[in-house]
């Protein structure tokens, strides 16, 4: 069995969350999960609840799998009450903060599982590990939910579609779906790209977060940024299928790197063209799914590749991974842990009086 560890999970939808919900949802054998469900200011209890569910599932662990960076940090305890060997899937935020201490702390964990065991979701997030902390991992790249977002299907009358959903009946609709911060560029898009395409176009902006008051600024001077807060996954469904473009428009942020880009990936499941930013995770996002990309933070340029996707037939996309390929590559990866599991109860079992 697999003990899941995870701090980021559902409600709360994003790249981090979804990875979590979709790997656990799809993993192909007996496993069990232990999540935080509230605010991260309940970490420390979170992290010794694991700790003593790892104690009291000792001997029924296979392998321990932690959600992101920041619980390896606790690896060596959950290894030992566990008497599992741990693995660790890293996102490029996790690996990338300059916290005074982290990184020393998160080098000395990392080394201490070694690449065998230590995921990244993409190689530009390979890449900042390597750069880091001297050693590349294995990269498993993120997935989607295939069979939801090949249900989607472009309505009969696409005017009425839009107006159930309250945006305008008429013109070209751009769509993005994030969580609003700054490295995804939703405000620097709406500042310098949108001014420059038809007045027709209509940008409309799926999430909530700190960008938020800043877009709402913007669209009180242009009512063509549509801000729809948080929607649940239905009428996410029914913006894909009546949208003409999907944009993922991210500028470069010191140490907030971008993972892969899993909205982006499922808009490209969806059928939607979708124009990312040349930059970080988004370029192995583009390689799996047929996304074009346009260059980071340059307006001109992304203006000219928006109204290219516009007025120029629909590119076509390539099949996405699905979230069960995906949860496949690790549990193999699992599997390579019995081996490890031996030495773990061997050392214990020496060590004992």
């Known amino acids: 069995m697999v003990l899941f560890i995870t701090r980021k ?3 709360a939808i994003g790249g981090m969350e979804e990875f979590s919900l979709q790997l656990v949802r799809h993993y192909p054998a007996p496993s069990q999960l232990c999540a935080l469900r509230r605010g991260q200011r309940w970490l420390p209890l979170f992290v010794a609840h694991a700790a003593w569910r ?5 001997g029924h662990i296979a392998a321990i799998h932690l959600g992101d960076g920041l619980l390896t940090l606790a690896a060596p305890l959950f290894q ?8 660790v899937t890293v996102h490029g935020q996790d690996v990338s903060r300059r916290i005074p201490g982290y990184g020393l702390l998160l080098r000395a964990t990392l080394r201490a599982l070694g690449p065998e065991r230590v995921v990244a979701v993409s190689s530009a997030t390979a890449s900042i590990v390597e750069a880091r902390f001297g050693f590349r991992p294995r990269i498993i790249p993120n997935g989607v939910d295939v069979a939801r977002f090949a249900r989607i299907q472009r309505p009969a009358d696409p005017a009425a579609a839009r107006a159930a959903l309250g945006l305008p009946t008429t013109g070209p609709l751009i769509l993005t779906t994030c969580r609003l ?10 500042q310098h790209v949108l001014p420059q395409l038809p007045g027709d176009v209509t940008f409309a902006v799926v999430g909530d977060g700190p960008e938020a008051p800043r ?25 894909y299928a009546c949208a003409d473009l999907f944009v993922a428009p991210n500028i470069p942020v010191p140490g907030r790197p971008e993972g892969f880009g899993i909205a982006p990936a499922e808009a490209a499941a969806a059928g939607l063209p979708v124009l990312a930013a040349r930059l970080e995770g988004l370029v192995d996002m583009a390689l799996l799914t047929g996304a074009r990309l346009a260059e980071a933070a340059n307006p001109g340029a992304w203006a000219h590749a928006v109204r290219e996707a516009l007025t120029s037939p629909p590119w076509p996309s390539h099949r996405p991974r699905d979230w069960s390929d995906v949860a496949a590559d690790y549990a193999r990866l699992f599997e390579s842990a019995t081996p490890a599991r031996r030495r773990f109860a061997h050392r214990h079992s020496a060590e004992a009086p």
Do not use: M, N, S
């Open 80 to 87: 030992l009450l566990g008497r599992a060997p741990a693995f």
């Open 9 to 11: 999970f559902p409600p």
């Open 54 to 58: 790892c104690l009291t599932l000792r």
């Open 215 to 239: 877009l709402r600024a913007i669209a009180a001077r242009d009512p063509r940024l549509r801000l729809l807060g948080q929607l649940p996954p239905d009428a996410i469904d029914r913006l």
């Open 181 to 190: 911060v700054e490295r995804k560029g939703i405000a620097w898009f709406a």
